[in-house]
Each structure stands twice: as structure tokens, then as C-alpha cells.
């Protein structure tokens, strides 16, 4: 059974930075994408970033481009450096897997951009 574990949330005023980590177990097969997608009270859930296992080229939503950047720490990490945070990034952090049809969801961690 596939869990997603994040960690990294918090608060953090504009134009501040926070790092988020996602860990994943129970992963048995090879060729999946991970990453990391975003909801904000009221609106649709979005694509932040997300890259492919074991390598491949990561691809970022148009908000984050040049603000966000998406790592693969080991086989079963992934890491999102967030910098530059706009009161628009508030939302809950998803970490994401996706093997086929198949996608696996985290818990979620929130993110509050606030002064």
C-alpha cells in the first residue's frame, strides 16, 4: 500500500521561503511521476510541480514558474523549495504519486502566507 508522508508547512510572511519534503513507502513499481499539487479554500485543486521517477524533466504550473523548484532527493523523496511566497500560495500542499491510472494522495500540509 502506497503512503505519502509531507512535512514542511507552516506560516511565513510574503516574500518568504519554506521547503517541503514528501516521503513515500510502499512504492513497488518503477516509471511513476511524484509531486506536489495545491488547493486554496474555494478553488480547484492545481499543479504546483512534479517530476518522474527515476529521472525526467520536472514540469511546474504557471504560477510557481520561477519561484518554486521541485528536487528528488532520493527514490522516495521529493522536496519543493518554495521562495518568493505570495499571500496567493496559501492553500494545503498535496504530495502526489501517479503510476499508470493509478494516483496516490498524501494527507496534506498547509501553507499560510501572511503578514
Known amino acids: 500500500q502506497v503512503q505519502l508522508a509531507e512535512s514542511g508547512g507552516g506560516l511565513v510572511q510574503p516574500g518568504g521561503s519554506l521547503r517541503l519534503s514528501c516521503v513515500a513507502s510502499?512504492?513497488?513499481?518503477?516509471?511513476?511521476?511524484m509531486g506536489w499539487y495545491r488547493q486554496a479554500p474555494g478553488k480547484e485543486r492545481e499543479l504546483v510541480a512534479t517530476?518522474?521517477?527515476?529521472?525526467?524533466?520536472p514540469e511546474y504550473g504557471d504560477s510557481v514558474k520561477g519561484r518554486f523548484t521541485i528536487s528528488r532527493d532520493n527514490a522516495k523523496t521529493v522536496s519543493l523549495q518554495m521562495n518568493s511566497l505570495k499571500p496567493e500560495d496559501t492553500a494545503v500542499y498535496y504530495c502526489?504519486?501517479?503510476?499508470?491510472?493509478?494516483?496516490?494522495w498524501g494527507r496534506g500540509t498547509q501553507v499560510t502566507v501572511s503578514s
Open positions: 502526489k504519486v501517479r503510476w499508470r491510472t493509478f494516483d496516490y
Open positions: 510502499g512504492i513497488t513499481f518503477s516509471f511513476y511521476r
Open positions: 517530476v518522474s521517477s527515476p529521472v525526467g524533466s
